[in-house]
């Protein structure tokens, strides 16, 4: 539970490294439960608890833009590169492809190791 916790306890830390597992728990926890909140409006999509579904996405962008951010610090890019999340079409899958591979190990200019240092 604390890796799917750790980037909300970091909201809007954009500055930092994010190991795969903190970034891969984060991101599974997030689209189940969008997708929980999302079931029972597919029969009724004009149901104003479809609202619910719109807070939760909102509170909860800028984490996931974050977490995004530190996870290509740790692969040794620049936060810059989340914004070919919005070429259409691709931009999407090529973002998660460059959050795929190990990070870079030791200390890089987004600070230190992950994996070298204690979560918590």
Known sequence: MEWILAPLKKYADFSGRARRKE????????????????????NDPTS???????????????????VFVRRLHD?????????INFVPGVGGIILLIICIPEGAQGTNQYGPDPKAVPVG
Do not use: C, E
């Open 48 to 66: 104003p608890m479809i609202f619910v579904l719109g807070l939760y996405s909102l509170a909860l962008l800028l984490p996931t833009i974050a």
């Open 75 to 83: 692969v040794d890019k620049s936060g810059w590169w989340y914004l």
């Open 23 to 42: 970034f891969w728990l984060y991101l599974l926890a997030f689209y189940i439960v969008f997708i929980a909140l999302y079931i029972p409006f597919l």
